[in-house]
Nanobody, 127 residues
């Protein structure tokens, strides 16, 4: 079983930066790909970024590519999302998620392929 807790959200102005963290409990987190998703009010949950279990590959959605960086530290059982050049349209609740299988080399943008979810952290970007 994997439990995930996000932190690091907050309110920033346009152009600002935030670093989200996803602290995991459970031995299998380090064996699983990790994803970040977000959900704005009235919208569906959308994919933001994903990273393989060993950090060797990453994948970003178009709107965040070049501005956000996903990383992980398996020794600390923690994942991160560095968000730079934030825009008002980045405002949402951000969730981290653990992939359904271990040691997968593929990166998936579909929320249904992730079995473990945190409670979310609010990010608000004002203009």
């Amino acid at each position: 079983q994997v439990q995930l807790v996000e932190s690091g959200g907050g309110s920033v102005q346009t152009g600002g930066s935030l670093r989200l963290a996803c602290a995991a409990s459970g031995r299998t987190f380090s064996r699983r790909a990790m994803g970040w998703f977000r959900q704005a009010p009235g919208k569906e949950r959308e994919f933001v970024a994903a990273i393989t279990w060993n950090g060797g590959s990453t994948y970003y959605s178009g709107p965040v590519k070049g501005r956000f960086t996903i990383s992980r530290d398996n020794a600390k059982n923690t994942g991160y999302l560095q968000m730079n050049s934030l825009k008002p349209e980045d405002t949402a609740v951000y969730y981290c998620a653990g992939y359904r299988t271990s040691y997968s080399g593929s990166l998936d943008y579909r929320p249904g392929q992730y079995d473990y979810w945190g409670q979310g952290t609010q990010v608000t970007v004002s203009s």
